[in-house]
């Protein structure tokens, strides 16, 4: 009798894939979303490191306080080579199934970096519906459902880690790092109680990533893999 253990890479990932957007399906409504090209990644020279971050749902543009805190503790880890910091651009409304234009985001600029900057060491990262960005691009090897910018075979190369936080895959069974692809080399974190990410209920729990000492942790997982 086979099982997922048993079967291809290519059937595993197309199994991880498939799992992750029924999952998604059971967290949102259903709604329609337009399919919106990726904006150009601008120049930004070529760090050492380059985190590609995004943010929470309903939190202001930039890498948010997960991201921020986590890019943080990541530059005290990795002596004195250079971290350069990517936040991903999209709304991070309620509107939920906006994560795939997110998702065509923060691959844009991945590739944009394979191509332009092939010596630096990629992180990806993302809390709560971020991390459901996330998910996406490593889950989604074609396009689909409004997500119509999956990373190239090579983009392995360049990833070296993935640091998720409230990741609402991991609620349905689904972290990251069951990944046949990415799951040696991500860490996927939730506080305990974390209603988000695990059966708790506890909805300050989904606020604590950083004084909790999460951000730290994964930061060390990362560095490890840099």
Not at 21 to 34: E, H
Not at 110 to 121: E, G, V
Not at 180 to 207: E, M, Q
């Amino acid at each position: 009798m086979n099982t997922d253990l048993d079967a291809s890479p290519t059937r595993r990932i197309s199994t991880f894939a498939a799992a992750v957007i029924a999952a998604a399906a059971l967290l949102v409504a259903p709604a329609a979303i337009s399919p919106g090209s990726a904006p150009a990644a601008q120049a930004q020279g070529c760090p050492d490191i380059e985190v590609v971050f995004a943010r929470g749902t309903d939190e202001p543009p930039g890498l948010g306080r997960v991201g921020s805190a986590f890019v943080d503790s990541l530059r005290g880890r990795v002596g004195g080579r250079s971290v350069g910091a990517y936040a991903v651009n999209y709304p991070a409304t309620f509107d939920f199934l906006a994560a795939a234009g997110g998702a065509n985001d923060a691959s844009g600029h991945i590739q944009y970096m394979i191509a332009n900057c092939p010596n630096t060491r990629l992180v990806l990262g993302g809390y709560s519906q971020g991390a459901a960005v996330i998910d996406i691009i490593a889950a989604v090897p074609v396009p689909g459902v409004g997500f119509n910018a999956p990373l190239p075979p090579n983009a392995p190369e360049h990833v070296a880690a993935i640091a998720v936080f409230g990741n609402p895959s991991a609620k349905v069974g689904l972290p990251l790092t069951v990944s046949p692809v990415w799951g040696s080399r991500s860490i996927d974190l939730c506080t305990a109680g974390d209603p988000v990410c695990s059966g708790g209920d506890d909805i300050a729990a989904h606020s604590n990533y950083g004084p909790a000492g999460l951000t730290s942790q994964a930061a060390a997982f990362v560095a490890g893999l840099l």
